[in-house]
């Protein structure tokens, strides 16, 4: 049971770490262009376009 335990908090630990870095993938913005510069998209870490 104990090892059960240490799992279950290891694994909130990577729940905790991995919403961390979500939010910061959301935050990077990220441009590309093509066309010559007709069309150009910015997007997100989410890949949300912005």
Same mark, same amino acid.
């Given at each position: /049971?104990?090892?059960?335990?240490?799992?279950l908090?290891?694994?909130?630990?990577?729940?905790?770490?991995?919403?961390? /870095?979500?939010?910061?993938?959301?935050?990077?913005?990220?441009?590309?262009?093509?066309?010559?510069?007709?069309?150009?998209?910015?997007?997100?870490?989410?890949?949300?376009?912005?």
């Open positions: /049971m104990k090892d059960l335990g240490k799992l908090k290891q694994a909130q630990q990577v729940q905790a770490k991995m919403a961390e /870095m979500q939010a910061a993938l959301g935050e990077k913005r990220i441009e590309a262009s093509s066309g010559g510069g007709m069309v150009t998209v910015v997007m997100n870490g989410r890949q949300e376009i912005v």
